[in-house]
C-alpha cells in the first residue's frame, strides 16, 4: 500500500509538472502570437497607407493582395487581380524585355530582386515608370511561401531629370551653332547643324528650318534654311 501510494504521489507530481510546464508553453505561444498579431495589423496600417505599390504574391508568383496606393495608380481593385500573374497584368508596348525575363527568373528561383526599372501600364492604357524591390519570404524550412514585391512610380522624377539632359543638349547646340556662325561664312552649314542636332534631341527623323517672310504685295511665303530628305508621296 504505502509503495502504490508513493508511485501515486509521484505521478501526481510529475503530472503537476507537466501540466505547469505545457500551461507556461501555451501562455508563452499566446503573447506570441498576440505580438505577431500587433505587428501584422502595424506592417498591414503601413502598408495599406504607403505611396509605394505593394504587392503581396504566393510562392508561386501570383497575386495575394495588393494595397490602396496599386488600386489608385493602377485603376485594377484587389478584387480583379487575385490571381494574376503582376508581369503579364502590367507589361505594356514599351515595357523592356529584358527586365521582365530577369523579375521572371528570380521568382522561379525563388530569390528576391533589386534595382529592376521599367514601364508599367495600368488598366486605362497610361504607362508609368517603375523601380521595383522583390522580397522572398521563406520559413523555418526555408521554403519560399510569399513574395513581397514593392513598386515605386518614378515618372515624374524621370521626367524631371529627362527635361534637365534635354536643356543641357540645347545649351550645347546653340553653343555649337554660335562657334559654326563664328568660324563658317556660310549660314547653311551652322543652319544644317543645328537641325541635325535638333532631330537628335527631339528623338525626330524629319524636320526643317525656315522663316515665313512676305511679298512686296505682302503673301506670306515660307523660306528654308534646312531641311531633311523627304519623300513626299
Avoid at 9 to 23: I, K
Avoid at 82 to 94: R, Y
Amino acid at each position: 500500500l504505502v509503495i502504490f501510494l508513493v508511485l501515486f504521489l509521484s505521478l501526481m507530481a510529475v503530472t503537476a509538472v507537466l501540466y505547469y510546464r505545457f500551461n507556461k508553453q501555451r501562455e508563452a505561444i499566446a503573447a506570441e502570437l498576440v505580438t505577431l498579431n500587433a505587428e501584422t495589423k502595424i506592417l498591414s496600417q503601413v502598408a495599406r497607407h504607403t505611396d509605394n505599390l505593394v504587392i503581396i504574391l504566393n510562392e508561386q508568383g501570383l497575386i495575394e493582395w495588393v494595397n490602396d496606393a496599386f488600386e489608385k495608380v493602377t485603376g485594377y481593385v484587389l478584387a480583379e487581380v487575385i490571381g494574376q500573374q503582376p508581369l503579364a497584368l502590367l507589361q505594356g508596348p514599351e515595357t523592356d524585355r529584358q527586365t521582365v525575363a530577369r523579375i521572371s527568373n528570380r521568382l522561379n528561383r525563388g530569390q528576391s530582386c533589386t534595382g529592376c526599372q521599367s514601364f508599367a501600364y495600368g488598366k486605362d492604357g497610361r504607362k508609368f515608370w517603375m523601380s521595383l524591390e522583390m522580397l522572398s519570404i521563406q520559413n523555418d524550412a526555408n521554403e519560399v511561401t510569399n513574395f513581397i514585391a514593392i513598386m515605386t512610380d518614378l515618372t515624374e522624377q524621370r521626367e524631371r531629370a529627362l527635361t534637365i539632359d534635354r536643356n543641357a543638349q540645347l545649351l550645347d547646340v546653340i553653343n555649337k551653332v554660335q562657334n559654326e556662325f563664328i568660324l563658317s561664312s556660310r549660314p547653311g552649314i551652322m543652319f544644317e547643324t543645328l537641325l541635325n542636332s535638333l532631330l537628335e534631341i527631339t528623338e525626330s527623323e524629319y524636320g526643317f528650318i525656315g522663316e515665313v517672310l512676305h511679298s512686296p504685295e505682302g503673301t506670306p511665303y515660307l523660306k528654308t534654311q534646312a531641311i531633311t530628305n523627304i519623300a513626299w508621296n
